[in-house]
């Protein structure tokens, strides 16, 4: 099993920005991707952003040029660098991990509880 555990979000004013962390435990030797997934009530779960444990990366159009996700192999650790958000990017944001395939389509393995982004105009 794989743990993950979310911190960074909160609130801020429109043009701002934010930096979520997602820290893996557990057999993370079995982890391919991580990625970032995000709800709002009422909505889909939608893909943000994925890296594979090759450093490549896929962006949901909405977030390309605004959106950065990087990740720390030896921390076991992703992050997703939120700059110029908007009102429409809040949600609750998940960090999630995958053994195979690295999509903006869901087909993880395992999730976090989440975290609460909150972009006010």
């Known amino acids: 099993q794989v743990q993950l555990v979310e911190s960074g979000g909160g609130s801020v004013q429109s043009g701002g920005s934010l930096r979520l962390s997602c820290a893996a435990s557990?057999?993370?030797?079995?982890?391919?991707?991580m990625g970032w997934f995000r709800q709002t009530p009422g909505k889909e779960r939608e893909g943000v952003a994925v890296?594979?444990?090759?450093?490549?990366?896929a962006y949901t159009d909405s977030v390309k040029g605004r959106f950065t996700i990087s990740q720390d192999l030896a921390k076991n650790t992703v992050y997703l660098q939120m700059n110029r958000l908007k009102p429409e990017d809040t949600a609750m944001y998940y960090c999630?991990?995958?053994?195979?395939?690295?999509?903006?389509?869901?087909?993880?393995?395992?999730w976090g509880e989440g975290t609460l982004v909150t972009s006010s105009s």
């Open positions: 557990g057999y993370t030797y079995s982890i391919y991707c």
């Open positions: 999630a991990a995958g053994r195979r395939g690295c999509g903006l389509r869901g087909g993880m393995d395992f």
């Open positions: 890296i594979d444990s090759n450093g490549s990366t």
